[in-house]
């Protein structure tokens, strides 16, 4: 008797583009011995199977086991249409894309992969040194991509028609680059040269090489934009690029020929490895080995160093190629970009932005779309610690439960802007922006949202931004033309980490970073919030104080310092013995900053913890100012870990007097901090000590104030958010005594804690309030 074929339709939700997805379902199906169609319809992958149950069933199983090397795949819904269909399929068949509605997933770039590799090294093979090699299972997606669904012709490899030998490829399944959209080589592909000389194609990457080994800096367009590249292992030519790019202190990213280089110089744990040797290729911020070579300018007075692997084919032929030039194995890989502006992508950018930085500019023909910046990432607890969320990463979206319908658009904040597109209950972060004090940065946000709008196919209902009425992201938000909804900074820290935590419950929310505009109008950034994502109330701070100084005050961490010494004195004379004893100024300058405090002359009253940790640093003697943002507190931090690593005997946080109420609201007693450690310094106690007692004083009072507001309102929950909790002792010293209190601590991991995060909260906040129709 013969069994019964049935018809089946298969969706597949999930980065299903530009993964060779297509190519593989029909091997699997060739393999199960079913017919049919498959299709990408932009939202999802539409596979009609015909054939027996048990054949298609197979199918089924073979696609969720062996899926595509890059796909994620979300989700797989099947109906059964034998009864709705009379189409008899004869074979198994690749159809073309058809553009539906609907769900969208993109898909990130993808680092080279190892097969793809070996060809580019293998002298018999045809792509044999191709800088631009690619496969299904690799190369760039995002920043070539125009729109949905993803062919070539929706691509900027549209301007390079493919050779007879790469269309066979492309249309033949039994080969890795079966319908791979970027399929290109030495013949019909981009090309590399040097912007403004001749060298083209292999003079062009010869010609780089010597120039980086004789002590040269170049920069090297990539996937995303130009990098500044030097050799790392040469402290001439590193403080010379520190000098053209004005960065005196700043870490310089590096990016090592391969494995066994970044072992030589860092410590790598088997879970860092494997996120190092991924398909994001990631810069990851890991402890230095002692012995290794890197010149010690890289990253001054750090214990880590952020590294990277090449994820390009360019940035490997750079490291090795056949013209005999010794190359270093480690070489700075520094984002193309003057101070403030974004990477450059293009060659005009670059000539203009670049050229006084570097002795030469290797660009190639083929379009960025999207600019990407690297991603960083650190680790906290053997586990991912998001820094920097871009290439590789962005834009997967972070998906909730919440049954919410509508479109929104999140702008994000002014420094480390991202920006976030919310449809329903999904969040698609964009890659790094940048600060957006510069006109140039600005216009790429622009740019870029509205890439994004057409890639995601999005008409927002509302555009979120923050509260600030003079931030650029304001400015960009009003001028969109949609309801603006406006919503507090830190309340938007405190969201974007409920967002990824897919908690919808009420939390009590820390949120610590260096500024933020308050309700009050005035400076934010130590704050205990109970939200929800209706609203939030401010139930603590830390002590508020006077910050003098303006925008400089944040670079120069002495004027808080003097101003906290003041305040708790409240005596000229005796302010100034104390600031003459620790060397935070002159005489003058005290005197200039007494008078300012006196008469409230550019002076804002503050709860920044940033501010209060650079006043801690210049306190204690390891930085009186900053010359790039978090400089001195990085430097307190580093004091207070190696500090704690050499004592066993942990000392325990001052216990008394750690909180008090004012006007209603609990406060940090932050102020009686600061002044126990300026006496125990003026006493000779060890810095190191003091900043370990700072971290753990501060998490006590953290978590005495999470008691008090339990207390109250009765909530268990607690997010940690904002760029202070990217310092990792405070965050390990506040979660334990949190946990150890019965608290339930949601932190973030994905989405990075800093500004670069609070987009996602934004949307989150404007589709709640869709939802309840408020806008």
Sequence with gaps: MQKKELTWRIRVYGIVQGVGFRPTVSRHAAASGIRGTVCNRGPYVEIYTQGEKEQIEGFLKALEVHPPKRAAILKINTEDVTAETETHFETFDIIESEKTKGEIFVSPDIAICEECKEEMYNPKDRRYLHPFINCTCCGPRLTILDALPYDRERTSMKEFPMCPDCAKEYDDEKTRRYDAQPVCCNECGPEVYLIGRPERGR????????????????AIKGIGGFHLCCDATNEEAVQRLRTLKR???????????????????????????????????????LNKETGGRLAPSIAPGNPKVGVMLPYAPVQLLIFQYDDGIKMPDILVMTSGNTSGAPICREDAEAVAELSHLCDAMLSHNRKIRIRADDTVMDFYKNEPYMIRRSRGYAPLPFM???????????????????????????????????????VRTVKALQETIH???????????????????????????????????????????????????????????????????????????????????????????????????????????????VSMIYEYTKD???????????????????????????????????????????????????????????????????????????NLQKQKGNQDHLLYKEDGRLILNTQTLVQQITEAK???????????????????????ACMEVRNVSGRQKVALSGGVFQNRLLLRLTEERLMEEGFEVLRHRMVPPNDGGIAIGQAAYGMYQLQNGRV
């Design 247 to 285: 960065r005196p202190a700043k870490p310089f990213a590096v990016m090592a020929k391969d494995e066994a280089v970044v072992k030589r110089e860092c410590i790598v744990t088997p879970e860092k490895e494997a996120i190092l040797t991924g398909h994001q290729k990631p810069i990851l911020l």
């Design 400 to 438: 909730m439960s919440a049954d919410w319908k509508g479109q929104v658009l999140a702008v994000g904040g002014e420094l480390k802007n991202t920006f976030c597109i919310g449809v329903d209950s999904r969040f698609y972060p964009s890659p790094y922006v940048g600060d957006l004090e510069d």
């Design 572 to 646: 000229r004379e005796q302010a100034w013995k104390i600031m003459e004893k620790l060397g935070l100024c002159s005489e003058q300058e005290s005197r200039v900053q007494f008078t300012m405090a006196d008469r409230k002359l550019n002076a804002v009253v503050s709860t920044s913890v940033g501010r209060l940790f650079d006043a801690v640093s210049a306190i204690l003697g390891f930085r009186r100012q900053s010359s790039f943002e978090g400089e001195a507190s990085m430097a307190l931090e580093f004091a207070a870990e190696a500090y704690e690593q050499y």
């Design 682 to 704: 003026l006493q000779g106690a060890d810095s190191g000590r003091l900043a370990y007692l700072f971290h753990q004083t501060l998490a006590e009072q953290i978590t005495a």
């Design 203 to 218: 003079d062009a990457i010869t010609c780089t090489r010597r120039m980086i080994s004789d002590g040269k800096i170049v």
């Design 451 to 561: 890439r994004f709008q057409t890639l995601l196919e999005v008409t927002p209902q509302a555009v979120v931004c923050d509260l600030h009425p003079k931030y650029n992201s304001t400015v960009v938000a009003e001028e969109l033309g949609y309801p603006v909804l406006k919503v507090q900074h830190h309340y938007a820290h405190i969201l974007s980490c409920m967002t990824e935590n897919d908690c919808q419950e009420p939390v009590i929310g820390v949120a610590f970073d260096g500024t933020g505009y308050g309700t009050d109008g005035t400076i934010w950034g130590g704050e205990i919030l109970l939200a929800d994502y209706e609203n939030f109330t401010r139930a603590g701070s830390i002590a508020p104080f006077l910050q003098i100084g303006g925008d400089i005050s944040a670079k120069e961490g002495w004027r808080i310092a």
